[in-house]
């Protein structure tokens, strides 16, 4: 009976990998690819730009766009109309601005919000469940949700909202998932504060002076702050060109680290964009958290592009910093090519790939120039000066309001850029695109198949606890070499060239071995101790073998 159970449980697993590379497979016939990754062009209208985008434990992305500046190019589900009194073009709308993307069967179908969610912010909660927070106009304090479907109807979910859930004004804000399951919300346009959801305690609003601080006037370059949990609790929060260690239960600032050396904006609409470093040594006495910063423009880009015209070349450094030393200095390394409005995404293999944007100018309406259609590994374990690894070109400019998040299956899908007020398609220099991308690392590429694992065990949606040891079974048709990595990745919500919540923590290895002469192996690691390493919630973890990650498997921590 056992030998049965276990061979239909390969059984499962090997026909759900299959099912879902079979459009992978597909859509590879028809790509571009050169000395580092590979380009698919999955679908060229998806009647939106997407502005925001989110995975969730579905393997169906969210994605939506603001909802005052007239029709999109796909219409409200069940030919729907909604009253629009704040837009612009048309007061009443029956188009969609947010859509579902299913990853498996490369499909759409439209959302209805009812309010507007223009350069907003958001992350998943414990339960998986899309929280959204603020935007414009009559959206600024509003608190949206989005459930996942768990029943298999790809129609039966959408967006639910919440009324003045918020006490402050939440426009070009940032949010982060806290170690009990709330998510704080920092700053936005003229909010030097931050707020709790769900509202648990009072008061409802907290001073921040550090953002009042990190204020350039009109250029501001203190917005969409790049907020990170520290392993103690506390909340790394970067602005403009610096940055504070603050614990928000008691509102006081515990650490304040230097400026980046140059003291160049980093924070929009100086957009660069940032991310933690994989954390490793989970078990240690003191973990090592390290943030990376990279791009931006030099100060006062803004206001040169918005008011003559003038496009300053953006940065071309990253600044490199251990939040948790004793001294903490920034490390400064040189880039490829200057960008601004680029994102970071972690990928599974512990490397970050910077992806979109362009090389002078800002973010901002019409202001961005020069796309950088080249993405660029960073190697965070090599030395200073041969971290970065320029990859193969995209055909498409990504420029402002441009996303990038990571699936499942190791790829990162590209999406949006509209640098105008409307949609506009013809006659300028960065049309609105309303298309999706996937750029494949080149981990995917057919040589490496025979050293892909394919994960057997823990199956899909399982629960797993803090502090506990994770058997992980896989199989792998080629060598495996020891110690195989095990990591996970928290979804982020990606807008505005940062990705909220992104999280990847490699797992302290315990013991390896092969299950008989099979090609069967077992690595049992330790799951994180605290939700102070790893908020609670949905996970995806993969297993790599020599920088050859899996399929990511979804488990939740609790």
Sequence with gaps: ?????????????????????????????????????????????????????????????????????????????????????????????CTAHSIEYDVALNRIRPLTIQSNTWCSSGGVTPDGTLLQTGGDKEGERKVRLFSPCHNNIFDSCDWTEIDNGLNARRWYASNHVLPDGRQIIVGGRAQFNFEFFPKTIAPNLYTLPFLLETSDG?????????????????????ANNRAILLDYSKNTVVKRYPEIPGGDPRSYPSTGSAVLLPIKNLEAA???????????????????????????????????????????????????RARVMGDMTLLPDGHVLLINGGSSGTAGWELGREPVLNPVLYHPDKPVGSRFEVQNANAIPRMYHSTAILLRDGRVLVGGSNPHEFYNFTGVLFPTELSLEAFSPSYLEPQYSSLRPMIVDPRPQSTINYGRVLRVRFLVTGRVKSPVKVTMMYPSFNTHSFSMNQRLLVLDHIFSSRLGFSSFYEVRVRTPNSPNLAPPGYYMVFVVNQDIPSVGVWVRLQ
């Design 218 to 238: 009109e250029d501001e370059n203190n917005l969409y702050p790049y907020v990170f949990l520290n392993n103690d609790g506390n909340l790394f929060i970067f």
């Design 286 to 336: 003191i973990v090592e958290l390290e943030v990376l910063v990279c791009g931006g423009a030099p100060k006062g880009s803004y206001s040169l592009a918005f008011r003559n015209n003038t496009f300053v070349k953006a940065l071309d450094t990253c600044a490199r910093i251990n939040i948790n030393d004793p001294n903490p200095q920034w490390v400064v390394e040189k880039m490829p």
């Design 1 to 93: 009976m056992a030998t049965q159970a276990t061979t239909q449980i390969l059984s499962d697993v090997v026909n759900r990998h299959l099912r879902y590379f079979a459009l992978f497979l597909l859509l590879s016939c028809h790509v571009a690819s050169g000395g580092g990754g590979t380009w698919q062009f999955l679908l060229g209208n998806v009647g939106i730009s997407a502005m925001h985008s989110q995975l969730l434990h579905n393997d169906r992305v969210i994605m939506f766009d603001r909802s005052n500046f007239g029709p999109s190019n796909i219409s409200l589900p069940n030919r729907k109309c909604r009253d629009s009194p704040n837009d612009i073009v048309s007061k009443r709308d």
